[in-house]
């Protein structure tokens, strides 16, 4: 298994402009999200997925759009880049939603430059 | 999600057993407590985690008091390669729970 996969891993854009964030996971798992690190802010929640067709905000979600097709992907589209979402993504899933008892494993993350 | 205390950092002497505390002294008894780590530049690496009992495994042992109200995570022997941020979470077995990631220990190994 590839696990968690992410793409690109890095990524710069003028203000304004658009881009969908890939993530991937082949381990058939429920549950899926989009976190953004930003320095002394740890990991903040941006949108979630709990199947396919289901779609939940975090606590960052302003500008940022999700939707989940299938069970394997989950892409996050900026419509129109801002330099405030410089940051890093990281995409996460976990087997089982509605238990405690399911690690969520992490991809490498997308370290993403808005000029 | 009940929150937690960590210390901002801690240091570790190579081959060093590495023992992180967390308090979460607001845990409730349905919420779990996990490990992760993130070395510089990675994504962040599950370790850990359990309920009520000590766990081990091939990374690391939790052990979480009696009252739940805080545990540790031990490195029994630390190298150069587990200098990260170490965080600590809780969170709860039911319904549609996600990770609440606070700021986390920084723990340097050092030879």
């Known amino acids: 298994n590839a696990g968690v996969t992410q793409t690109p891993k890095f990524q710069v854009l003028k203000t304004g402009q658009s881009m969908t964030l890939q993530c991937a996971q082949d381990?058939?798992?429920?549950?899926m999200s989009w976190y953004r690190q930003d320095p002394g802010m740890g990991l903040r929640l941006i949108h979630y997925?709990?199947?396919?067709?289901?779609?939940d905000q975090g606590e960052v979600p302003n500008g940022y759009n999700v939707s989940r097709s299938t069970t394997e992907d989950f892409p996050l589209r900026l419509l129109s880049a801002a330099p405030s979402q410089t940051s890093v993504y990281f995409c996460?899933?976990?087997?089982?939603?509605?238990?405690?008892?399911?690690?969520?494993?992490f991809g490498n993350g997308t370290r993403l430059t808005v000029t | 999600d009940a929150k937690t205390t960590q210390p901002t950092s801690m240091d570790c002497a190579e081959g060093r057993a590495a023992n992180l505390p967390c308090n979460h002294s607001?845990?409730?008894?349905?919420?779990?407590v996990y490990w992760y780590r993130q070395i510089h530049s990675q994504g962040p690496q599950y370790i850990i985690h359990?309920?009520?009992n000590n766990e081990t495994n091939e990374m690391a042992s939790l052990i979480i008091t009696e009252d739940r109200k805080s545990s540790t995570l031990i490195l029994p022997h630390a190298t150069l390669r587990d200098t990260a941020v170490y965080y600590c979470i809780v969170r709860p077995n039911s319904g549609y729970s996600t990770l609440t990631f606070g700021k986390g220990t920084m723990l340097l190994v050092s030879p």
């Open positions: 359990g309920l009520k």
């Open positions: 996460a899933s976990s087997y089982s939603t509605g238990r405690g008892n399911s690690p969520l494993h």
């Open positions: 607001t845990i409730s008894g349905n919420e779990y």
């Open positions: 997925s709990v199947g396919a067709g289901i779609t």
């Open positions: 381990m058939n798992h429920e549950y």
